[in-house]
């Protein structure tokens, strides 16, 4: 006998989804094969379990076996295919009549832009000759101006609606595609072997993975002062051909196994190195005869040496290392591959603001957030879409942050703040002390906040390292001083530059070699000394 389904909570994992469908059947005393389908072929025989209860006070239920069955389907549901047929023959009749409205619009510009190429020559060559006044050549062209305008909003408009159109006749294709591929389609079927004392009525529960379906962590970061309104959103997709309706949905890191053979340890050896026959020691002149132990087992073993407001969307669940979000709201995905969002968490988080700049390399300044992740789970790896306001600023990504973990996010150029260096010095001093010929360099940073507000800037320049014991390379001076010189001679300035302030930033070094001694270097000092 075969019993209605209906699909009651989805989980979805990186790479697959677990679907769990509940139907009801009223079986007589006996035994009886109940069947559940048809299912879509991604779903994984290996994956179904099934479980039974009675309702009210019927007898007992008693499950003794589960089998999958595949079939294929030479043709797709005939009343599915016309829909989606008429659906497909009405987007292209729409767009015959689109393609009719620019064709329309393209030829009516055409004429404008001849009547206003003519009408000025005409209207030139009569207000030359006292035949016109200004008003009236000036009424002519500036109709003719009005009706181009308003013929080029037309196109937009019209050119618009044909994208939309192409991307909806796209989908509805992708779906024909998929409904008939002849021969090709794969379908399920889940046979339940139960029996039943006496007259029962029984709730049937069904679990079972799919492939084709998966979900990514995605981030909107909106910049609102020194807060910033992270929401953190999944990012789901499948094409594992069933829709799922609107109902409860998981989002889980978890990576389901299917192998239900327990772990076993392989043995782990140690030996001596012998080294390979000397035609192979001849190809490699580093090779290393020393005798060593090498380890035979896993090499990664080898290895081992503010405040803030949350609106949750989603309730979070732990299972090890697992984390699993319980989406509040229902929500249906279809099974056309498209995205999906569905947003996990609301976070409000105290941010430290500051700008980057490296005038070195380029002239933009960079506006970059320090945020602490203050939730209580952690944010997985994901591309953050950002805004300044309601303006959109870029993209950019974060690696893994865990709970109470200080993470950075780039929030773009910030036009409003300048950045920009200058050679002021290059000199080759005359005089030699002794064998040592000295150059000096010196260069000039200007910068310059824009904004109303108070700017906190970070600049870094640098000095090149000498990679010779005679080369001698030296910060002479500096103004103001850098908050830090590294061991790679990297400069580093923390400044807070107030509204509208213009301030500089000048250092020179020398660089000292033996006169009969050519270097070369990267950057300018190349091109200087070599």
Known sequence: MNIETKITQVTVYPASARIVRTGQAQLNAGEHDVI????????????VRVSGKTLGNSGQLRIHGVEVRTKYVVNAPEPMLDELQKQLEALQGNIVIIDDQIAVQKARQEFLSTLRNNAAATGAKALTKGKADFAS???????????????????????QQRRELDKQIEMIKAKLSQLQQAGNSIRREIHILVSAQAETNCELTLTYLVNRAEWQPIYDARVMNDKIELTYLAQVSQNSGEDWPATQLLISTAQPALNSNLPELEPSYLDVYRPPARKAMMRSAQMDDTPMLMAMADPTSAMDTDHMEMHSMAQVDRSGTAITYRVLHPVAVQADGASHKTTIAELKLSATLD????????????????????ANYILLPGQVTIFQGDEFVGNTYIDSIAPNEEFEIQLGVNPQISAERELVTRNVVKTLIGNVRRTEIAYRIKLHNHMPTPAQLSVHDQLPIAQHEEIKVKLQSA???????SDLNILKWALTLKAGETRQIQFNYTIEHPKDMRIVGQGIERRLIG
């Open 355 to 374: 700008n980057f700049s490296v005038p070195k390399m380029v002239g933009e300044v960079y506006a970059r957030a320090k945020v602490t992740n203050a």
């Open 479 to 485: 103004d103001p001083k850098p908050n830090e010189q």
């Open 137 to 159: 050549v000036n009424a002519v062209m500036t109709q003719v101006a009005g009706e181009l305008d308003d013929s080029h909003m037309q196109l937009r408009t019209a050119t």
């Open 36 to 47: 559940v389908g048809p299912l879509p072929g991604a779903l994984s025989e290996e994956s």
